[in-house]
């Protein structure tokens, strides 16, 4: 027989640190966008259409496989600095930074377009929250460096789709 917690007894844990409200609302809206990105990620993987339909249909798949895992470390982060995290539908609509996506067939090159503006827009927002977070709490800010490392690279391999060698904007930097 197994034994549980008598209601009335108060459980008190003292972490070492606990997150601000600005950290918790960074961290939320951070979590918002990359929740939304997922979405959005589906969306396209299932309406587009079009020339190198496989390829970007491939590619949209780790679009929505890291924001799902990306947007779960996040979540999980902001449990453990004891901040509750939101991504219910309602929430996600309400708070997203990101453009909507159409909800009719799109052609690979306009997917290309909109699934890179809006993971420009999560790193946007990692960006935006970044030294914020880091003069708070430097282990979280070293977890937005890999999201930004990825999402970074996710949206140059996407765009890369449409860029016209020598010729796209922006021209690359020259060392």
């Known amino acids: 027989m197994t034994t549980t917690q008598n209601s009335a007894e108060t459980h008190v844990a003292h972490p070492p640190f606990r997150a601000s409200e600005t950290l918790g609302a960074h961290l939320q809206q951070l979590l918002v966008d990359l929740t939304d990105l997922h979405l959005q990620g589906k969306q396209a993987h299932w309406n587009v259409v079009g020339k190198n339909f496989r390829d970007l249909h491939l590619q949209l798949d780790e679009v929505v496989d890291d924001a799902r895992n990306f947007g779960d470390d996040i979540a999980e982060r902001m ?3 004891y901040v ?8 996600i609509a ?12 799109v052609d690979t090159a306009d997917t290309v377009d909109l699934i890179t503006a809006a993971i420009y827009a999560v790193a946007g927002t990692a960006r935006r929250i970044h030294d914020d ?8 800010a070293d977890i937005l460096h890999g999201i930004l490392e990825r999402l970074e690279q996710l949206a140059w391999m996407i765009d890369s789709e449409n860029r016209v060698a020598n010729s796209s904007k922006p021209a690359s930097i020259t060392v």
């Open 79 to 81: 449990r453990a600095l």
């Open 133 to 140: 977070v880091d003069a708070e709490d430097p282990t979280t």
């Open 84 to 91: 509750v995290p939101d991504a219910r539908a309602a929430t």
């Open 94 to 105: 309400e708070q997203t930074s990101l453009a909507a996506f159409p909800a009719t067939e």
